[in-house]
């Protein structure tokens, strides 16, 4: 019964290489994020859907792509990985946006390491 | 836009002290939030405060929204404690987005 749930946990893959990570939320949240979390554990939000639609779109590289399916699943697609891409990405689900109700909720996070 | 500081950034107490964490905003806030990251990176939603005081059994909350700060507190600090704090409120432009401190981190020695 996890709330919002990410895989793989760990990924480890070579640079070039394209990947992706899964996200599901079953709080029945329409708002999803993406984040990324560095060395140092600042956490930076990358992505933000609202009900399957873009809403936040930080200044990420365009390698970076995003898609929600429906309310409940968005994955983050990765090409051509760089070593600086190297970090713990963090999905959250919130309902209505973050200032509404009980705030962020985050799944487990993945590790993410570019050889 | 909206900047967070926490202080302080790190700290190391011995089990059954107690810590205050402090949370400044440089904007009014309307609905802070603070969360735990454990050792194992695990972020956890403590309070969804945007004012006054929440209790949760020895971790408690006050947020001052006019004074642009929130304080938690932890009682009787366990090992479990561990770990990084943070806390985070909306942009003020977006209702999507949250801004978030650096962190404090806490060790709890046993």
């Known amino acids: 019964d996890t709330a919002v749930s990410q895989t793989p946990k760990y990924l480890v893959t070579q640079m070039g290489n394209d990947k992706s990570i899964k996200c599901e939320q079953n709080?029945?949240?329409?708002?999803m994020y993406w984040y990324k979390q560095d060395s140092k554990k600042f956490l930076k939000i990358m992505f933000s859907?609202?009900?399957?639609?873009?809403?936040i779109n930080e200044t990420v590289p365009n390698r970076f792509s995003p898609k929600s399916p429906d309310k409940a699943h968005l994955n983050l697609h990765i090409n051509s990985l760089e070593l600086g891409d190297s970090a713990v990405y963090f999905c959250?689900?919130?309902?209505?946006?973050?200032?509404?109700?009980?705030?962020?909720?985050f799944g487990p996070g993945t590790r993410l390491t570019v050889t | 836009g909206i900047q967070v500081e926490q202080s302080p950034p790190d700290l190391i107490l011995q089990e059954g002290a107690n810590s205050t964490l402090r949370c400044n905003f440089s904007?009014?806030?309307?609905?802070l939030q603070w969360f735990h990251q454990n050792p194992w990176g695990q972020l956890i939603n403590l309070f969804y405060?945007?004012?006054?005081?929440k209790q949760n059994g020895r971790l408690s909350a006050t947020t001052v929204a006019t004074e642009r700060y929130s304080l938690l507190y932890i009682s009787s600090s366990q090992t479990t404690d561990s770990g990084v704090y943070f806390c985070?409120?909306?942009?003020?432009?977006?209702?999507?987005?949250?801004?978030w401190g650096a962190g404090t981190k806490l060790i709890i020695k046993p």
């Open positions: 405060i945007p004012s006054g005081t």
């Open positions: 985070a409120g909306p942009t003020g432009d977006s209702n999507y987005q949250l801004i």
């Open positions: 859907y609202n009900n399957k639609e873009l809403i």
């Open positions: 709080l029945g949240h329409d708002t």
């Open positions: 959250a689900s919130s309902q209505g946006g973050v200032g509404h109700l009980a705030g962020q909720y």
């Open positions: 904007d009014s806030v309307n609905n």
